[in-house]
């Protein structure tokens, strides 16, 4: 089951409090911080991550199991370990990139 973490919002302004993550190449804030969960990206010239999650905004949803999820699921992006807590993966679906977060 899909539980609804944030919302991703791509822009081309800096934004205060922003932090590089060099592995994906996109600056980035932190939504836990937003009142309504948004998390800015600003992306470098060269990112690892697709076209449509660099242009498009993305819904992140947290799942129990990311093998689960990614099962006959259109790929973007992934998985990726962010952290020992945390692997994340982007599927396409309805046109969009949606993100999938599996704490552990």
């Known amino acids: 089951m899909r539980t609804y973490n944030h919302i991703g919002?791509?822009?081309t302004d800096n934004k205060d409090?922003?932090?590089?993550?060099?592995?994906?190449g996109v600056w980035l804030t932190d939504f836990s911080k937003s009142p309504n969960k948004i998390e800015f990206l600003?992306?470098?010239e060269g990112s690892c991550?697709?076209?449509l999650?660099?242009?498009?905004?993305?819904?992140?949803?947290?799942?129990?199991s990311l093998e689960a999820e990614l099962k006959?699921?259109?790929?973007l992006f992934g998985p990726f370990v962010?952290?020992?807590?945390l692997t994340i993966a982007f599927i396409e679906e309805e046109g969009i990139s949606l993100e999938l977060m599996e704490f552990k």
Do not use: M, R, W
């Open 82 to 85: 962010c952290d020992e807590h």
């Open 49 to 51: 991550l697709p076209e």
């Open 53 to 64: 999650v660099q242009k498009v905004s993305h819904i992140a949803y947290e799942v129990p």
């Open 42 to 44: 600003k992306f470098v």
């Open 9 to 11: 919002i791509v822009t």
């Open 17 to 24: 409090g922003a932090s590089f993550n060099e592995a994906l």
């Open 72 to 75: 006959n699921a259109k790929l």
